[in-house]
């Protein structure tokens, strides 16, 4: 008896050492079963060998009879209280998520702000993202890990070996390869569950208006000024919510323009574009590489949020974030009643 407990703790000891999956020590368990039962039938009774095992194959048998009650009453107390937990969530009908997205959402279902009518609302969104670089990744990345249902992309660049210091949604193997696409690939990738609607194009002002007549909300990423007051502008006449960041060096700053709903549109807030000297592009003045994710992870916080109604947006209120010195500042920001873009839009809003 001694020996077979010495027998089965060195196995399992060996198992734990060499990180062998649980499953796969349990199996060794029980080839060491079989082998003394097998030696108690074969062997005659009163040899040394089943004396040292036992003496009697009745007592494993006992044992192994009493391991598998064990097991069941363990199986049967999981499998009640994954009933009992689904029934804890009301909300959400059986049938409208896997078992597999149910587990994978739950850190989302349980927040009392999101819960099953929240993850709904983001399975049927429809997120378009404007640009897949710096803050486009980060974004695109969390957007589909959080179970947005429908992503769109528009991007006309291709991934380049300075872009993987901080465009981290790009492996080095997709160099050449068009952004929109290999930030397809990952996002399908990390979630089968979501639709990635890939554009390898220019947002021009021909397109932008039917594209963004498919989605709720869009997101810019983009790095120049001309693109930024074309998104805006399409934007405001679409009645569809903007939520824009920007990058440069060691700052960024982030809000939610959405004018019929009370807030300023970007135009209110940059009128103009600055002379290109004073707002030098990444390639000129360089960027820190983990900037882009934490404002693009703002981002999509932002479009969780807006998405599923928790907390406080920030319409109204540029955020503005410097990582060089930990500083994060927020200034409040008006519609303006001569905007060119949106007419102080957000002075006289229908919502």
């Not at 349990?26 to 005659?44: A, E, F, S």
Request: glycine residues 10%; contains cysteine.
């Amino acid at each position: 008896m001694i020996m077979v407990a010495a027998m089965a703790a060195a196995l399992w000891g060996i198992g734990i050492a060499m990180k062998t999956p649980a499953a796969a020590r349990w199996n060794m368990m029980g080839i060491l079963m079989v082998g003394v039962i097998t030696i108690h039938i074969v062997l005659p009774d009163g040899h040394p060998l089943r004396m040292a095992t036992g003496g009697d194959a009745r007592l494993w048998g006992l044992f192994i009879a009493f391991g598998f009650m064990i097991w069941g009453y363990r199986k049967f107390l999981s499998g009640l209280h994954a009933r009992v937990a689904a029934k804890e969530a009301p909300s959400l009908k059986s049938g409208s998520f896997s078992e597999t997205e149910l587990d994978r959402y739950a850190r989302h279902i349980i927040l009392r702000e999101v819960g099953g009518p929240g993850q709904k609302a983001l399975r049927n969104a429809k997120v378009l993202v404007v640009g897949a670089g710096g803050l486009g990744a980060p974004a695109l990345q969390y957007l589909a890990a959080a179970g947005v249902g429908t992503i769109g992309v528009i991007d006309d660049d291709v991934v380049e070996n300075a872009n993987l210091q901080r465009q981290v949604i790009h492996l080095d193997r997709n160099i050449d390869m068009p952004k929109v696409h290999s930030a397809a690939e990952a996002m399908t990738a990390q979630n089968p569950f979501v639709t990635v609607h890939p554009y390898h194009r220019r947002l021009t002002d021909e397109i932008a208006p039917d594209l963004f007549d498919d989605y709720d909300l869009i997101l810019d990423g983009t790095d120049n000024f001309d693109t930024r007051y074309l998104v805006n502008r399409t934007a405001i006449h679409k009645r569809k919510p903007l939520i824009a960041a920007a990058l440069t060096q060691w700052e960024g700053q982030i809000s939610l323009y959405d004018p019929h709903r009370g807030t300023p549109c970007y135009a209110c807030v940059f009128p103009t574009a600055p002379d290109a000297a004073l707002v030098p592009s990444c390639a000129e003045a360089g960027v820190i590489g983990p900037l882009p994710g934490v404002v693009g992870a703002m981002m999509a916080v932002e479009a969780v949020k807006l998405i599923t109604g928790a907390g406080e947006g920030l319409g109204g209120r540029l955020l503005i974030y410097d990582a060089l010195y930990a500083q994060t500042r927020i200034i409040a920001i008006k519609p303006r009643a001569d905007c060119a873009a949106c007419g102080g839009q957000g002075l006289h809003a229908d919502a």
